[in-house]
């Protein structure tokens, strides 16, 4: 009785641990990376491989910036002069790699490595102010963008730990249209944590992945911890099996079994595989590293197919209040993605939803997208609220209730209903402790 009771409490512990810490699980996809140095750049017939691989994202390591602002990948030079001088194999298949038959859907590319003097130039160049559209790295980061089609620029700071002058470089980026910055720490948090800070604050959301190094230098890192000091879940990386170090190699299974502890331990975003070139090398098959990563969240779970007839999409929403710019209609547009919510005013007290259908229609199952659904942290989700049925929007009836409610999506079935208003009806919006609006990305009804 005892060892099930502890048992209870410890998966209660478990989900509540998973919920609070935004993991990934199976229905989430988790980012699945690989970093690749020279394999990716130099061999063509890496393409097949990678797109059929099963990973998500493929991070190319590594860029090299010198005091002039030019650009090498690994020993060759790419950019200079502000043109693209590399191979025109690697930028055609980069441009490539999330066309057609492909597990990829993000490029990165990874700048500095250890016993580099990258974070030095960028020191240089970047200290004073975010280098300008004239200056001869605005202008050759700009053309690396157009060769390749990068998403992101990733941080492998390993030396030179400047948190100002890397914020500048990385402000300079997505200025000229990178979509991400991705950083890559194995120690030194205060300058991981300062570099964050900065990029959150120009533009939020930016910094959207952590990939932490956990083998080598890393190999003592905590993703709970780091998570902890850097404010959202981190993306911990393995080495795969190797000659290099080969204490810290770990087969397909050793890297799923970690995986999978740790996530359940303190929620994960995903994992990484450290090193393509590995792979390569020792012939070593990179779909099996690819499944490990998913196998660790979970069987892998289809992508729902949407179902059709929201009957709320588009039609008139009002609320007892909305934020600027956050308006009730954002909460009826069919989309979670570039903020769009309503957003009331207050962070205390009922607050409500309202969606003119239009006329009457039967409805038996109802849905809410909350904050986590958006990108927001899962501490902003709605708690306590009901679903309410008018046939003239004013007299209200209750149709269901929710309370205590953690998760991104609330997804509920009921009892079919007739009405022409429906009104979400929300009587505590905090889950976490500290006082939040009503965030609701998008009330759906069928
Ligand atoms: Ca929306």
Redesign the pocket.
Known sequence: MKKLLLMFLTAIFVIFTINAANSASAADIPVSAIYSGGPSYLVSSTQNDLKASGFNTLIQWSLHIDTNGNLKMNDETVCTGGAYTGQSAWSNQWLSYKSGTTSINRLEISVGAGGTTDFASIKALCSKGIPGSDTNLYKNMLALKSATGADAINLDTEDTYDSVSTINFCKMCLNMGYSYITLCPYTNTTYWKAVKSGLDSFKPGAVDRIYLQCYDGGAGNNPGTWATNLGMSVIPGLWCTNTGKPSYGKTPAQVQSQLASWNNSYGIAGGFIWLYDDIRNNGLSTASYASAIQNAFGPATPTPTPIPGNYALNKTATANQYVTGETPQ???????TGN???CSTSNIGTQWLIVDLGSACTIKRWIV?HAGE?GETTGFNTRDFKLQKSTDGNSWTDVDAVTGNTANITDRTVTAFTARYVRLYITNPQTSTSNIAARI??FELY
């Open positions: 954002k909460a009826v547009d069919g989309t979670v769009s919510k309503w997208k958006g990305y998008e």
